[in-house]
């Protein structure tokens, strides 16, 4: 595919050529460019030279997830959405609680015991086909 971004040439030794290929394979990139790229995006990221807010804007745990939600099926991919969504509800309600009344009686976000457990019946009749 023809870009319009510069190039360069480089040569490591293969000790490096290994590592690379080590951090392209965990982090399932697509190929060996993708992964010099967040390379030299990161080591220069350590340095405080380079910032870019589409990269910057995820953590390293929420790219792993990424990538293993990659590696899933349909049915590990729904049931990690539904998990992730029920886990955001419980958070914002969570979060209601901690601004409101409970707030001046000195709660302050500690999960709550009466939350719905991650697995239940009512889990087993949502759309996720096993």
């Known amino acids: 595919m023809p870009t319009e971004k510069p190039r360069i040439t480089i ?17 399932k990139f697509k190929n060996q460019t993708q992964a010099i790229l967040a390379l030299i995006e990161r080591g220069l990221s350590s340095y405080g030279l380079y910032t870019d807010p589409a990269s910057a804007a995820h953590s390293d745990g929420a790219m ?13 991919q729904r049931a990690l959405r539904r998990t992730a969504e029920m886990e955001l509800e419980r958070m914002e309600a969570q979060r209601d609680l901690a601004a409101g009344p409970l707030a001046a009686r000195g709660y302050h976000g500690e999960p709550l015991s ?16 096993f």
């Open 11 to 27: 040569a490591i030794g293969p000790k490096t050529l290994e590592a690379v290929n080590d951090f392209r394979f965990d982090r």
């Open 64 to 76: 792993q997830v990424a990538s293993h939600y990659d590696a899933l099926d349909i049915f590990g």
């Open 114 to 129: 009466t939350a719905q457990p991650l697995w239940s019946q009512e889990a087993e009749k949502s759309d996720i086909d």
